[in-house]
């Protein structure tokens, strides 16, 4: 069982896996140029530094059988379906039109959350190349309940097989969403977790009104909070971008020191960190991952963050609204 507690000493199965280089050190930090985000952790073991510590915490979590159960759902099942053809005759409708639809589909079909943006060079990681303009980005909900339940341990997995069980229904969402395109004629291709490829999801859904980056390194969205996961597509079917949503998180987290607290290994930074030329909420990847690893996806920063209790975040709004008119 993972340990809790500040005095957490880290297992040597996973900080004797650590390559000489930091993944502080990869991801950028106190660089201050802009730069495209180096692909990293989660990416295939051949464009990474970390692949020898991704394959130990993978192996690792593959000993609950309730974990190894969800990640195993490969498709026609649990991830969706394959691609289907490009259609050889473009449907015509507006950009708005599109919009709507693609709204209208991703809703029904799995997702809870969905929004647009342009693609930036800065959402594409070193090496990899897309050339559709246009990124969605889809979000699903996970069960509070069963997330509230970190650390998952392997007595309890409760909150590592959310994780994986949304991982799942991202997929379907996002796989379906681009079958729906291509089937009108335009290119898609979708982009699904937990394994990364060219699209950086984050910045792309923060741009597309997901919500804001919170001191903890996740999303915070005004209806979920931390508690959802994400997929994407990228096509060029005409479409039209939405606004980022910014509602007070960042200011919040100022104050608040809920996840910093909480994080059995202290790898919550309270103060912004310069990043690749930008000043933002940082989590340092050297002490965040050996526990991590040790406890099975940990998600105790996403949990404990109080935008997560279903239902809280209307509160916080309010109580942001009212202390802004003083
Ligand atoms: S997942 Fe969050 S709470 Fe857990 S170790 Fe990493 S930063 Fe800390
Ligand atoms: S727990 Fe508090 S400080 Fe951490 S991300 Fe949530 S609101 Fe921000």
New binding site residues.
Partial sequence: MARKGRNFEPMTRFTGRFPDISGNTVNGLGEGEQRQPSAFFWHPPDRQTHSVLQKEVIDYHRRSAEIRKEFSSEPPGGRGPDPVGQAQQRSVRSAYEWTRSIKDFALANESDLVGITALKPEYVYQGYEIKQPWVIIIGVAMDYAELSQM?PTFENPAAAVVVAKEYNRAARACRLLANFILSRGYYAKAYQGPYASALNMMPAAIASGFGELGK??SLINRTYGSSFRLSAVTTDMPLLADQPDEFGADDYCTRCKA?SN????S??ADQKQLVRGEQKWY?NFD???P??GE?L??????A?CPWSRPGNSENIIRKLAKRQQK
């Fill in positions: 650390p903890h390194g996840c909480a994080c059995p290994p790898a919550i989590v002490k965040c991952i526990y991590f406890a996806g940990c998600a105790v920063c996403l404990i």
